[in-house]
């Protein structure tokens, strides 16, 4: 037979807008309540006992963002950064770990390493020249000059001694016997330069032309775990996974290192796009293009058709998906969890742990009612003033939490690890009378519960996401801006480039360089006579986006891409959807953080919010002009 359950709680509620007269509670008899207490049995005990302490099992699994363990390092600067160094490196970029390369060498006393002869080599291969065509501002034209002839250039330097550290020795007048110490403070310099950006690393498969990927090879790793003979010495497919991901060619959330078909079909995806032999291989003809894709990519999780991030972390079992990535910051609520298809990646199992003794606390705030009744409470704080709408549902749930609910709830402070999934598995409380009771979780509640795409909830993961999120951090202003306009006088769309990164590292105003122009094409007539004007011309800044239909989707192409910084340099359409009518605008900036462990960490990140409105480019077509007027 089922059992029904039923409870009576008696509540002071009221119906009228102001709740003075509920929060007052009075009573024309408290004898006679009191009475009624007693004779309902409210002042009798059964296992009345309080809370002494808990005992609480659960596990940890550790989360991965393409294979690395996120722990160590901001989740937001892990999907945002992009090419610094190895990228074109600004020249004050260039200038600093130039300058800090000629000091790590002069530290070398000359009986121990002849750093002369090195330093006077690289200042006259390497010298920083100043040339009309890294002139881009006025401001940059000064910064460059005093720079002219007085450094070096390390992001060369670092490109030249990327691959090899012996491929220049032999051009230096060094001693055989010291070129090991050269190499030690060339290492100990890359180390450097490496901790001073946070940027995608060069992978290894990418610099060893000995090691031919292909159908079959499978790294170190994923050899262990499939029980698979590994041909290559380190986890070179599970690097070239990530490298194509990040191109966007392949549909694997979290690389496996195991070259399948869906690796091979990438691999000649990407041959075809190039127009190589499409031999599914990772051979040194692809191997070459691979590398200049890699290095001309924004970055691994950035949608150019969306405007936004979009990645995954994984536990093995699990991805943990944020598709809409913009605002730069990410929250445990940013993620939707889906479960993983084929093969897995190679995470290790849940971590076990437990505590013991832990003394749980009431779950209070400053100003909050005191529990007892008729408890005289602080008069700075005026609870009947409290108010909400109906829509207003966060205001009600934590009223009613305020006035009934408050004495209900307790916090238990348990130390976890950031960039983790965690399940409590026990809980167990124990009593003033020494007795044990079980609490089991509830099922239905769906607090902190990430949204499930999977199919069927029996494969939700139900515990909690702790994301190794930001806290604060430090931002530069824009370096550079690309504006999405709605043009309705025109009935197109344009993507208005603002502002550039100039060499110097700073932002540079194109607005300003581009001035609105309302010159023609025109064709050729006699002095103020009338002539026709075919269309009004519009700045080089300002790059036209044309509309394409294909069934159902609807994309926006870049015709004539004039542009001259890094946020339009790969765009080759756009969803209409993502570009809303106000507008939209992208920007790049740098960011600062000081992590857990006092790391720094310094990268360049992308972020979207909404436009200044409707903007007219101001194109007009098929005039009749005169010829005197400026046209």
Not at 538 to 543: A, E, F, I, M, S
């Amino acid at each position: 037979m089922r059992k029904t359950f039923s409870w009576l709680r008696l509540e002071p509620e009221t119906r009228q807008p102001s709740k003075q007269n509920m929060m007052e509670a009075r009573l024309y008899d408290p004898l006679w309540t009191l009475g009624r207490q007693w004779g309902l049995g409210e002042f009798e005990s059964d296992n009345g006992a309080s809370i002494v302490s808990v005992e609480i099992d659960g596990s940890s699994k550790t989360l991965r963002f393409n294979g690395e363990d996120i722990k160590s390092k901001p989740l937001e600067a892990l999907v945002e950064r992009e090419p610094i160094i190895n990228d074109e490196a600004t020249l004050l970029r260039s200038m600093q770990i130039g300058n800090y390369l000629l000091e790590m060498l002069k530290e070398n006393t000359p009986l121990t390493f002849p750093s002369d002869n090195v330093c006077n080599y690289l200042t006259d291969h390497y010298r920083l020249e100043v040339g009309e065509e890294r002139v881009t501002s006025k401001e940059t034209k000064i910064f460059l000059t005093l720079l002219s002839g007085r450094s070096v250039d390390g992001g060369l330097i670092y490109k030249d001694y990327l691959k090899s550290e012996e491929s220049h020795l032999d051009k230096i007048n060094i001693d055989p016997d010291k070129k090991e110490v050269f190499i030690n403070v060339l290492n100990e310099w890359k180390t450097w330069c490496s901790k001073l950006y946070s940027e995608p690393e060069s992978q290894k498969y990418l610099t060893d032309d000995s090691v031919v990927l292909k159908d079959g090879s499978v790294d170190a790793v994923a050899a262990a775990k499939y029980g698979k003979v590994a041909n290559v010495t380190d986890s070179y497919v599970f690097d070239l996974q990530r490298d194509l991901v990040a191109l966007g060619l392949t549909e694997i959330r979290e690389p496996d290192g195991w070259f399948g078909a869906n690796t091979e079909k990438a691999v000649k995806a990407f041959q075809a796009n190039l127009r190589l032999a499409q031999t599914g291989t990772i051979d040194e003809g692809t191997r070459i293009f691979l590398i200049k894709e890699l290095l001309e990519n924004p970055g691994s999780s950035w949608k150019d058709n969306q405007l936004e991030y979009e990645f995954s972390v994984s536990d093995g079992k699990m991805n943990y998906s944020a598709d809409e990535y913009y605002s730069g910051s990410l929250e445990w609520y940013s993620f939707d969890q889906k479960a993983v298809k084929g093969h897995r990646a190679q995470v290790s199992g849940p971590t076990p742990w437990e505590t013991e003794g832990k003394l749980p606390s009431p779950l209070e705030f400053s100003g909050m009612p005191k529990l007892r009744f008729w408890e005289l409470e602080d008069e700075g704080v005026n609870f009947s003033a409290v108010s909400g709408e109906p829509n207003e549902i966060l205001r009600m749930v934590f009223n009613k939490y305020m006035n009934n609910y408050a004495n209900d709830w307790f916090m238990i402070p348990i130390m976890l690890d950031v960039g983790t999934m965690n399940n409590i598995e026990k809980l167990k409380v124990i009593n003033s009378f020494g007795e044990k009771v079980d609490i089991n979780p509830e099922v239905n509640s769906g607090w902190f519960e990430l949204s499930n795409e999977t199919e069927g909830r029996n494969q939700s993961n139900r515990g909690l996401f702790l994301a190794p999120v930001l806290p604060q951090g430090l931002e530069s202003k824009p370096i550079e801006t690309v504006e999405f306009i709605k043009d309705e006088m025109a009935n197109m769309a344009w993507a208005a480039e603002t502002l550039i990164e100039g060499t110097a590292g700073i932002g540079v105003d194109r607005m300003s360089a581009e001035a609105m122009k309302n010159k023609a094409v025109t064709f050729e007539s006699k002095p103020n006579s009338p002539m026709h004007r075919l269309a009004s011309k519009v700045p080089d800044n300002w790059v036209p986006l044309l509309l394409k239909v294909e069934g159902n989707e609807r994309q926006l192409l870049l015709a004539g891409n004039t542009s001259e910084g890094k946020l339009l340099k790969h765009v080759k359409k756009v969803n209409e959807e993502e570009i809303l009518r106000e507008g939209i605008i992208v920007t790049r900036t740098h960011q600062y953080v000081r992590w857990s462990d006092g790391s720094t960490h310094v990268w360049t990140g992308r972020k979207k919010k909404t436009g200044r409105g409707e903007r007219s480019s101001g194109l007009q077509f098929d005039q009749i002009v005169t010829s005197s007027k400026e046209s």
